[in-house]
């Protein structure tokens, strides 16, 4: 077992940690309060590659693993979530969902512009009353004979009003339930696509999260994407990545507030001593790396079974679980370090302890991913897979 980075991995971890720490913390508080989208910073990350890591030079990508995108975002998400967030929908929801199950005429005409960032790309899967239950969808595409008609509405779309190009899951046979759902992609400024008002959020807040109505929107037939009914499984194949993407968010919220945390105990002092020096601050600073590299090793593991064409479904379930309850519970204590100064705003503490929750909840809650981990766990499906041989049973 090899746990070290490559020289590309380690430059791509050095730029993405210069950018964010330079580019991405000066106003990252204002632009939280006031919810103001980071247009500025949206572009300079395009500048630099990270809207289209995984996609192939070909289509206008950097053609990176999974594992340097995954480093990218840790370091990222230290800083900027609602920028993390945003790169992780563009990156593994939608360019990797075009690249892999995309016709060439599609990759062709779309790729080029998300990988370069000239398009923001949208995941347009959840409904007023199909969140966890994603099987149940109410918007529908009616086959028109050269076109489909879409209606419906779609909610807490992340790049609601960035995005030029949403992916679109909805029903077109009712019959059939999730066997009678296609995937579509629809460019924002087609007729009959309205955008709703902009959600006031705990965390994230400069992220645009919108509702989106299609209202007889015309969807082209060649704007499906696989074959006819292959929807539903495209959102779970996709959304199995884009898992990996919200579990490194996770990871970098809680190594952020970490770093933050331990720099605060060395720097405070009570009762005539640091306050790292005390052993209630140094046993929770002890509990938050060690969980943290736990969760460190469930993301790249994750990655690195991406990478390797092995099945990752479950490993990014877990890694996402992992991940996001730690985030949550070590943001919590963070703040607690930091006692009175963490519940002020001015702090990055507090606002990390915001954006925690919401790793909990999007990309499928903690309670999907115990679903999917506790079907693997049922079925036997557990195992150590070995590079080019056997799986072992764990
Ligand atoms: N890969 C391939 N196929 C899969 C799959 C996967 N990972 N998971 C399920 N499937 C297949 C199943 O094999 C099954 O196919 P067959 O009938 O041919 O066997 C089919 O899909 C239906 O699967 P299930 O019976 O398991 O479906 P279910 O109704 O029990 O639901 C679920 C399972 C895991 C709960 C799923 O509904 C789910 O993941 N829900 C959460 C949805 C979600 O993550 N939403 C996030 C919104 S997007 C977002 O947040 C983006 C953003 O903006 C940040």
Not at 125 to 144: C, F, K, N, V, Y
Not at 315 to 332: D, G, N, P, Y
Not at 353 to 368: C, F, H, L, N, P
Request: negative net charge; charged residues 25%.
């Amino acid at each position: 077992m090899i746990f070290s980075l490559n020289e590309e991995q380690l430059a791509v971890k050095e730029a993405a940690r210069e950018f964010a720490q330079n580019e991405l913390k000066p106003g990252v508080i204002e632009r939280d309060r006031d919810m103001i989208f980071p247009e500025k910073q949206v572009k300079q990350m395009a500048e630099l590659g990270f809207l289209g890591m995984m996609v192939s030079p070909e289509y206008g990508g950097s053609g990176m693993d999974s594992l340097s995108y995954v480093l990218a975002m840790e370091e990222i998400s230290k800083i900027d979530n609602s920028c993390s967030v945003l790169m992780s929908v563009n990156n593994s929801l939608v360019c990797w969902g075009l690249e892999t199950y995309g016709t060439e005429e599609q990759k062709k005409k779309y790729l080029p512009r998300l990988a370069t960032g000239e398009w923001i790309g949208s995941f347009c899967l959840s409904e007023p009353e199909a969140g966890s239950d994603a099987t149940s969808q109410r918007t529908t595409a009616i086959d028109m004979g050269d076109h489909y008609l879409l209606n419906g509405t779609k909610n807490w779309i992340t790049n609601g009003n960035s995005s030029s190009l949403h992916l679109v899951i909805a029903q077109t046979d009712v019959e059939k339930g999730h066997k009678g759902i296609n995937a579509f992609i629809v460019e924002a400024d087609w007729d009959g696509v309205e955008i709703g008002a902009k959600e006031d959020k705990l965390g994230i807040r400069s992220s645009d999260t919108h509702t989106i109505m299609y209202s007889d929107v015309k969807v082209p037939k060649e704007n499906r994407i696989g074959e006819d009914g292959f929807g539903f499984k495209f959102a779970m194949k996709t959304l199995s990545g884009g898992r990996i993407g919200i579990a490194a968010q996770a990871l970098g919220i809680a190594a952020g507030a970490y770093e933050l945390a331990l720099a605060y105990s060395k720097e405070r002092e009570a009762f005539g001593k640091q306050i790292s020096r005390h052993q209630a601050i140094a046993f929770k600073l002890a509990d938050m790396a060690t969980e943290i590299e736990a969760a460190r090793l469930l993301v790249y593991r994750a990655a690195w079974l991406k990478d390797n064409n092995m099945d990752y479904a479950t490993a990014s379930s877990m890694a996402k679980l992992f991940a996001s309850e730690v985030a949550m519970k070590h943001t919590v204590e963070a703040v607690q370090i930091h006692g009175g100064y963490g519940f002020v705003k001015e702090y990055h503490v507090e606002r990390l302890m915001r954006d925690a929750k919401i790793t909990q909840i999007y990309e499928g809650t903690s309670e999907v991913q115990r679903i999917v981990i506790s079907r693997s766990v049922l079925k036997g499906q557990l195992y150590i897979p070995v590079l080019g041989g056997e799986k072992l049973e764990v």
